[in-house]
């Protein structure tokens, strides 16, 4: 029997959104794999991850609360993450950006092992999927992902009630710390990173306690983002600010969003080009016809002129049908590809017209028609 998402959670059914992100970061940080040793604990911080998943949005959590199930459960693959945003994991594994990795710094942040704290966020870089069809006419994606966002208690200062920031008196406002060894050589110095306020010169008096002073806490995160028409595979788009929170209210870094594009099951795109094969019959390739195709545009149609006598693997180039050129009105063309279809089978009277057609041409057709065939034509 599945578990109740509510209690997973630790809240009640009418707990309020706030309430539901608050409960989710302090049992995760109770329950991750890098501070809890439990064996189960893995599974117990997905399944928390999970059913944060569906109660952080509105409408998933509206479709549990009536029929009781998770949303998009039977199609969404590993860690149950639905269609309607980008899953980063899904796309390039655990190391972009997943939950685990934004758990690691946090807690490495704090944890006093005498390393200096980057106190600027850092910029985090996801990929985004997108279809040719969305980059040809441009499109705004939402994507969800984790990372370390300002506390919303302290506003990302860092500060408890009635708490101040004040010099360290560990290394005085240094950063660093001096040490002296004794040796047979001589007295040896060496300067070493702060182990109290690693770092930064100053610590907290009475810090926030839903942060721990950091001034950020593990979230996620849901940004709009607007892609161009005409971006190419790789391209990337720099969303300012929604990377890493910095500490206690330091600067925060950027978003960088690759976009991936995934092939066309008719178009194949050279830059701003396209390219797409055209059958044609071989009436309509020997006399010359009008062939109209879809476009990479919605509900858009393009006239392909085949000339008279077209053959098998030319290119008739379409002007103006391409994709569009990165930030400008101007488009690239189309290349249509041009496959002659040769009926498989004759009627008696399509067979005698071509003989006929042979005949003026004056091309010897050799008969190779079996005995069988023969027999059933002069019936």
């Not at 998402?5 to 608050?22: F, P």
């Not at 950006?97 to 758990?103: A, E, K, N, R, Y």
């Not at 990302?156 to 009635?162: F, Q, S």
């Not at 028409?229 to 960088?256: H, N, Y």
Request: charged share 30%; aromatic share 6%; proline share 5%.
């Amino acid at each position: 029997m599945a578990k109740d998402l509510y209690e997973i959670l630790g809240v009640s059914r009418d707990a309020s959104e706030s309430d539901i992100k608050k409960a989710f970061r302090h049992k995760a940080r109770e329950l991750h794999p890098d501070v809890n040793k439990a064996p189960d604990a893995e599974d117990q911080f997905k399944e928390l991850n999970e059913a944060y998943d569906v109660l952080s949005d509105a409408q998933k959590r509206a479709q549990y609360d009536r029929f009781g199930t998770i949303p998009g459960a039977a199609s969404a693959g590993a860690g149950g993450y639905g269609g309607g945003y980008v899953d980063l994991e899904d796309l390039f594994g655990a190391g972009f950006g997943g939950m685990g990795d934004i758990f690691s710094t946090f807690f490495g942040g704090a944890a006093g092992d005498g390393r200096q704290v980057r106190k600027n966020g850092r910029d985090m870089g996801v990929g985004l999927r997108l279809t040719l069809d969305e980059v040809a006419a441009g499109v705004k994606k939402e994507i969800v992902y984790d990372r370390l966002a300002p506390c919303p208690d302290c506003d990302g200062t860092g500060l408890g009630p009635d708490g101040e920031e004040v010099t360290c008196p560990e290394c005085n406002g240094q950063g660093r710390v001096v040490t002296v060894q004794h040796t047979f050589l001589g007295d040896m110095q060496s300067a070493t990173t702060c182990p109290r306020c690693h770092g930064m010169g100053t610590t907290i008096e009475n810090p926030c306690p839903e942060c721990e002073g950091q001034g950020r806490v593990p979230d996620r995160q849901r940004v709009t983002v607007e892609v161009p028409a005409g971006i190419r595979d790789g391209q990337q788009l720099r969303v300012s600010e929604f990377g890493e929170a910095g500490i206690q209210g330091a600067p925060a870094g950027d978003l960088i969003v690759t976009c991936r594009i995934q092939p066309h099951e008719f178009f194949e795109r050279d830059g701003d080009d396209l390219h797409a094969r055209v059958s044609v019959p071989m009436v309509q390739a020997a006399l010359g016809a009008e062939v109209e195709i879809d476009g990479i545009m919605a509900d858009e149609k393009v006239e392909v002129r085949i000339p008279e006598g077209c053959q098998a693997g030319q290119v008739i180039r379409v002007k103006g049908h391409g994709m569009p050129r990165l930030r400008s009105d101007a488009r690239g063309d189309l290349f249509a590809h041009v496959d002659v279809v040769i009926p498989k089978k004759l009627s008696k009277r399509e067979r005698e017209l071509l003989e006929e057609l042979a005949a003026e041409m004056g091309e010897d057709v050799a008969d190779n028609r079996s005995f069988l065939q023969k027999l059933r034509d002069a019936i």
